[in-house]
Antibody, heavy 122, light 110 residues
Framework: EVQLLESGGGLVQPGGSLRLSCAAS????????MSWVRQAPGKGLEWVSA????????YYADSVKGRFTISRDNSKNTLYLQMNSLRAEDTAVYYC???????????????WGQGTMVTVSS | SYVLTQPPSVSVAPGKTARITCGGN??????VHWYQQKPGQAPVLVIY???DRPSGIPERFSGSNSGNTATLTISRVEAGDEADYYC?????????????FGGGTKLTVL
């Protein structure tokens, strides 16, 4: 069964850092691009970042560029999101999502994890 | 930056047809994908590349895209279709690529 399981969320103070992980199973992880998508409480979906299957290409939303870093370890079937200089407006459920191809920058998200909550507050 | 506009809400009686629109400048030249999200759950892909349906999604769900409007159509609406629906595209018009989601439409089954 294809599955994505996020972890690493929690409460962090403004200006702090957090690293999210997304463990993948049931498919050849390195063959597929991955993204992070977030959803603030009561709000819509907001794309955060994407990475190609090889890890060689990355894309970021303007709202997180320079503060967040997406990466992946294909030997561990795990996607990461390093979040620095966190702000209150980063408070959201963070989902990892799989693309059906290895190239980032196109297409849909066919599999989603259940999400991990990040709360930025003092 | 590219903007997708969805109506905040759509209401429909059971058994009728719901149409949810997604407006964007020349969206017909882009590939549009649609997601269903029920309360407390992760989004689920219901339509990809304008009109294709993933396995397991009922034939009642269909999509179209032309000009400045993409449309998700749900025929013979059931109570279980009540959810938020989001359209999505990739915007490659600037010097880099980014995903754009519509603001979402809450479908209410009367």
């Amino acid at each position: 069964e294809v599955q994505l399981l996020e972890s690493g969320g929690g409460l962090v103070q403004p200006g702090g850092s957090l690293r999210l992980s997304c463990a993948a199973s049931g498919f050849t992880f390195s063959s597929y691009a991955m993204s992070w998508v977030r959803q603030a409480p009561g709000k819509g979906l907001e794309w955060v970042s994407a990475i190609s299957g090889s890890g060689g290409s990355t894309y970021y939303a303007d709202s997180v560029k320079g503060r967040f870093t997406i990466s992946r370890d294909n030997s561990k079937n795990t996607l990461y999101l390093q979040m620095n200089s966190l702000r209150a407006e980063d408070t959201a459920v963070y989902y990892c999502a799989k693309a059906p191809q290895g190239i980032a920058g196109q297409g849909e998200f066919d599999i989603w994890g259940q999400g991990t909550m990040v709360t930025v507050s003092s | 930056s590219y903007v997708l506009t969805q109506p905040p809400s759509v209401s429909v009686a059971p058994g009728k047809t719901a149409r949810i629109t997604c407006g964007g400048n020349n969206i017909g030249s882009k590939s549009v994908h649609w997601y269903q999200q029920k309360p407390g759950q992760a989004p689920v892909l219901v339509i990809y590349y304008d009109s294709d349906r993933p396995s397991g999604i009922p034939e009642r769900f269909s999509g179209s895209n032309s000009g400045n409007t993409a449309t998700l159509t749900i025929s013979r609406v059931e109570a279980g279709d009540e959810a938020d629906y989001y359209c999505q595209v990739w915007d490659s018009s600037s010097d880099h690529r980014r995903v754009v989601f519509g603001g979402g439409t809450k479908l209410t089954v009367l």
